[in-house]
């Protein structure tokens, strides 16, 4: 498991591979963990293989009940949310990540820490308006209707790979115009 997390591509958790994955088999060391994790200082674009490896851990860290660990566990959404540059990479964690984050913001006593949890909440509440966006569009984008009429136009026999090709050409060029679109509203 700590050979495939090493190739997620993201260098600034990169170093944390090996705690990350250690805190599936000790979820005592959460706690530890938690805390290194939200020393570290998020730069790059976040994708989904990174969400994929600290999710897990965010979440058992918000249903800790220990107040500074469900803190950090918000800083950390917080900071990562931010840093998701394709909102359709965070939408598989959304499910898991928006319910424990609520019921953090409920249940944290300290109101600092509530504060952070909430605020945390409101960036992940934006970031899912672009995830619902994002699988809105690309439900209008299908590959095996461009191919059809890409297909109906073509004279050529034999040329599925060039169809196909060209079919995936137009999805990205026509999510890539979205996006754009999307991104200027």
């Known amino acids: 498991m700590t050979a495939s997390c090493d190739v997620i591509g993201n260098r600034d958790i990169e170093h944390m591979t ?13 706690k530890e963990i938690m805390h290194k994790l939200a020393g570290v200082t998020f730069v790059q674009s976040v994708e989904s293989p990174a969400l994929a490896m600290v999710t ?23 900071n990562m949310s931010k840093l998701v540059d394709d909102p359709i990479d965070a939408a ?9 984050l609520e019921k953090a913001t409920e249940t944290i006593s300290d109101p600092e820490a509530r504060s952070v949890a909430e605020r945390s909440l409101a960036q992940l509440q934006r970031l899912n308006v672009l995830v619902e966006k994002e699988k809105l569009r690309q439900k209008y984008i299908d590959h095996k ?18 169809i196909n090709h060209i079919a995936h050409l137009c999805c990205s060029n026509a999510l890539q115009s979205t996006t754009t679109t999307i991104a200027r509203h």
Do not use: C, N, W, Y
């Open 92 to 100: 598989p964690f959304m499910p898991l990540l928006m319910p424990a």
């Open 18 to 30: 090996s705690h990350i994955v250690r805190s599936v088999t000790h979820p005592e060391e959460v």
């Open 56 to 78: 897990p851990l965010l979440v058992r860290g918000l249903q800790s009940g220990v107040t500074a660990t469900m803190r950090q566990s918000a800083v950390i959404i917080d």
């Open 145 to 162: 209707l461009v191919v059809e009429a890409i297909a109906s136009k073509m004279k050529a026999k034999d040329a599925d790979i060039q």
